[in-house]
């Protein structure tokens, strides 16, 4: 079977992180500072942009996101779920972290740091929105950046496509119940309409529109050149949109954050000890499984980090632009690309340890 997906066909040995992506940390950091020196120059212009919204949804920011998860999706090839039999082990480890696990464990910590052991340094009127965020932000398994994630481990690129893409049709199911179960053991009032059309709009319809694309894209037998033209063009489109989108929302969080710049720290303490929990979980699992190394890194990987893109707007959507939601999610990103490389040094580094099982 052809693997039809331009990540996975650079081989598995591959190495080599795309220059933007490896500082993207960096340009987060940038669009912090851009966008609440912009914020605090131009309140009139960002008030504008916060009133565009038809149902609740703001219009220049849902234009963004749809220009940021339209290329990622357009990356995977539903016919790969073919490849879920020869790697249930796999498979089964990472779903039952994804989605029995990360969910549930970030609730855990979000109550633990953000209502209790740090509610003193965080706004008090906000602590209810910056647990929602954290939530929301780990009930969405990656899709894009698990390709190079899984690339610098020397992960089995069919395992990988095919979790990617599994995760995906099972997020068109799962996310709006999970999300609302948390939200509500957490005693965070859930807008159902909103949530609902949160997945409908950057979930259910992007994945119908990515997989139309993408058919017609490989249409006959130039389809596989066709599709890396389309996702060379569109790559840099989405970062532009990632960056864009977050220089409008700490445009919106600016003098928040000016007043206690802590919060960033804070909010990333309990995402850090959840990606090192949920990988490390992930990762031991498989080896008592006996799952191959070349499986077991990017189930790790997985299972470990978030859909941020996603997070981001279902938290705009739902709390607002301006809301600790929106801003925990962000701090996601911020924290995305040095915790995961982390993790790909670790699995790397135990490789032997982990093949001398017995």
Not at 24 to 34: G, N, Q
Not at 65 to 70: E, H, R
């Amino acid at each position: 079977m052809s693997l039809q997906s331009e990540p996975t066909r650079r081989g598995a040995g591959a190495s080599e992180m795309p220059f933007f992506e490896r500082y993207l940390s960096l340009w987060v950091a940038l669009c912090i500072i851009a966008g609440i020196l912009m914020g605090r120059s131009a309140p009139d212009a960002f008030d504008q942009l916060g009133a565009m919204e038809v149902a609740r949804v703001n219009i220049p920011v849902a234009v963004l996101i749809w220009l940021m998860i339209l290329p990622m999706l357009l990356k995977i090839d539903f016919h790969s779920l073919v490849e879920v039999r020869r790697h249930w082990k796999g498979i089964g480890v990472t779903l039952f972290i994804n989605w029995g696990v990360k969910p549930f464990s970030m609730a855990l910590l979000a109550w633990l740091f953000i209502r209790n052991l740090f509610a003193d340094g965080l706004p008090a009127e906000q602590l209810d929105s910056y647990v929602a965020g954290l939530i929301i932000l780990a009930a969405a398994p990656c899709t894009a950046m698990v390709f190079v994630w899984s690339n610098l481990s020397n992960g089995h690129p069919g395992f990988t496509l095919s979790q990617v893409a599994l995760n995906d049709v099972i997020m068109v199911f799962a996310f709006a119940p999970i999300v609302a179960l948390l939200l509500g053991i957490s005693s965070i009032h859930v807008p159902w309409e909103t949530l609902l059309l949160s997945v409908v709009l950057y979930i259910v319809l992007p994945v119908i529109a990515a997989s139309l694309w993408r058919r017609w894209l490989m249409r006959d037998e130039q389809g596989e050149a066709r599709l890396k033209r389309v996702l060379d063009r569109m790559h840099p489109i989405s970062l532009g949109a990632l960056l864009a989108t977050l220089v409008l929302l700490f445009g919106f969080q600016g003098n928040q954050i000016i007043e206690k710049p802590v919060i960033i720290l804070l909010l990333a303490i309990p995402i850090l000890i959840q990606v090192y929990f949920n990988s490390g979980l992930a990762y031991w699992l498989n080896r008592r499984l006996g799952v191959d190394h070349c499986v077991a890194a990017p189930s790790a990987l997985i299972g470990a980090s978030n859909f941020f893109e996603l997070a981001v707007a279902a938290a705009i959507s739902i709390f607002g632009l301006q809301s600790g939601a929106a801003l925990a999610t962000v701090v996601g990103v911020l924290v995305e690309v040095p915790v995961m490389l982390s993790v790909v040094w670790i699995v790397n580094r135990t490789r032997p340890w982990y093949e001398a099982r017995a």
